[in-house]
């Protein structure tokens, strides 16, 4: 991670040539970096968070949660930025395996990601990676965002509120047993397999292969951790976080194919207690 991001933002005309007459388009505006690197072009009505404001909003949240800044990432080529906040005054243990806790502020500059906020934890016997993304914790770039983003700090305890529940059911999870059908439909559901492609042998190579990668990485952490969901679930996290062959990793699996598969893993997991 960095420790500030590395530019900022501003917003420019789009221009067009139509037979020879340079026209602007009234309807959009490009957002680019200060050194003129395009990022996106967006409606005209679209107000894009600043950089300065987005670390503004990090460093807020620092002072409201006690957690300290661990720093910030970029993602999609600049697009997508983010910041981490760690917890440094509480400890969490899931047993024996001690976690750390961190507080993610998210942004975007191309409108596929709002202001929002998440929870990451990582395993620290193994840094496997966990994140939660809450939808009722965005706040989409409109004119009436500094508002919203108010009124989201003030909600923070809701936050708090949904990250123990999510820590109390790591907890439960060490005293579900599991067995080999359960582990088998949990592959099956976390790597969307159905029963009809496994009884009309329509698996194909690629899929035998991910289910025998998520297969050993599940029992490693198993044999390790104890047969348990819990073990169970960081045999996933362990696959999303050191397995899995990521185009761009981002601290904390947030994005992507991993995130959503440490997603469903959660569900099965938790859908045992």
């Known amino acids: 991670m960095k420790e500030k991001l590395s530019f900022e933002i501003k917003e420019t005309p789009v221009l067009f040539n139509h037979n020879g007459e340079v026209i602007t388009d009234t309807a959009h505006k490009a957002i680019v970096t200060e050194g003129g690197k395009m990022l996106s072009v967006m409606k005209s ?5 600043y950089n300065g404001d987005f670390m503004e909003s990090v460093e ?13 990432n970029e993602f999609k080529s600049g697009r997508v930025v983010l910041g981490f906040l760690k917890n440094n005054s509480d400890t969490f243990n899931v047993g024996d395996h001690k976690i750390e806790d961190y507080l993610v502020l998210g942004s975007s500059h191309d409108g596929t990601w709002p202001f929002f906020i998440g929870t990451s934890t990582i395993l620290v016997r193994c840094t496997n990676a966990f994140s939660q993304i809450s939808k009722m914790e965005r706040v989409r770039h409109t004119k009436s965002a500094p508002k919203k983003r108010e009124e989201l700090f003030q909600a923070l305890q809701v936050y708090f509120k949904h990250r123990q529940q999510m820590y109390e ?13 359960i582990i088998n439909d949990a592959r099956d559901y976390i790597l969307r ?6 009884m009309d042998n329509k698996i194909s190579t690629r899929k035998l292969n991910q289910i025998e990668l998520l297969t050993s990485d599940m029992i490693t952490e198993m044999e390790d ?3 348990n969901a819990f073990g169970m679930f960081q045999g996933v ?24 598969t440490n997603k469903r893993a959660y569900e099965f997991a938790t859908s045992l207690i």
Not at 62 to 71: A, H, P, Q, T, Y
Not at 193 to 198: K, L, P
Not at 242 to 259: C, D, L, P, R, Y
Request: proline share 2%.
């Open 237 to 260: 996290t362990k696959y999303t976080s050191h397995t899995v062959n990521q185009k761009e990793n981002v601290f904390g699996n947030i994005f992507g194919s991993v995130a959503h």
């Open 193 to 198: 397999v159905s029963a009809e492609d496994r």
């Open 60 to 72: 807020r949240m620092s002072e409201i949660s006690g957690f300290d800044i661990s720093g910030y």
């Open 45 to 49: 009505s679209y107000n894009p968070m």
């Open 225 to 227: 951790v104890g047969y």
């Open 169 to 181: 059911n790591l907890e439960k999870l060490m005293y579900v047993k599991v067995d080999e059908s």
